[in-house]
């Protein structure tokens, strides 16, 4: 038994989840509380322990799962460590996040955290006075455009 990566049409994270386990299927469907709302922290997918030459078509065809992660040759296992990586950032049953808030300086290279530009890389600018914002320069596709954005979603990156 390995685990695998299953993607859920959405919003069916628990549906599946629920279904799964009650066929004895081992399932882990990672949750975060974010603004005070519970929601998976991967929308669109779970994690499920089962043989893949038993289970394959069974949980393909569970109502609310859209596929199994798979290349040419099958599903793709996951290593046991991914999971237990992941498990091991739970706090009372919950994803915690811990936010690195170095404060960056003038040029350095900074990852925005929330938001829609989350997962862009820029260059830190300036603090804008009086504010929590600072300025960003962001380069999207050989366009440095200047963003203004809150302190707390920035990390450096080294």
Not at 34 to 48: L, T, W
């Amino acid at each position: 038994m390995k685990w695998y990566v299953i993607n859920t049409k959405p919003f069916k994270e628990v549906l599946v989840e629920k279904l799964l386990s009650e066929i004895k299927i081992e399932v882990y469907n990672p949750k975060i509380i974010s603004n005070g709302r519970i929601k998976s922290f991967f929308p669109c997918y779970i994690f499920s322990k089962f043989s893949a030459e038993k289970h394959y078509r069974l949980i393909k065809y569970t109502r609310g799962v859209r596929k199994i992660l798979e290349n040419e040759y099958g599903p793709i296992p996951l290593d046991e460590r991914i999971i237990q990586e992941i498990k091991s950032r739970e706090e009372n049953g919950f994803i915690v996040i811990k936010k690195r808030i170095i404060p960056p300086k003038v040029g350095e290279k900074v990852e925005i955290l929330e938001g829609p530009f989350k997962g862009f890389q820029g260059i830190f600018e300036k603090e804008m006075s009086g504010s929590e914002r600072v300025a960003v320069l962001l380069k999207v596709v050989n366009y440095q455009a200047r963003l203004f954005i809150e302190k707390n979603k920035l990390t450096k990156v080294d």
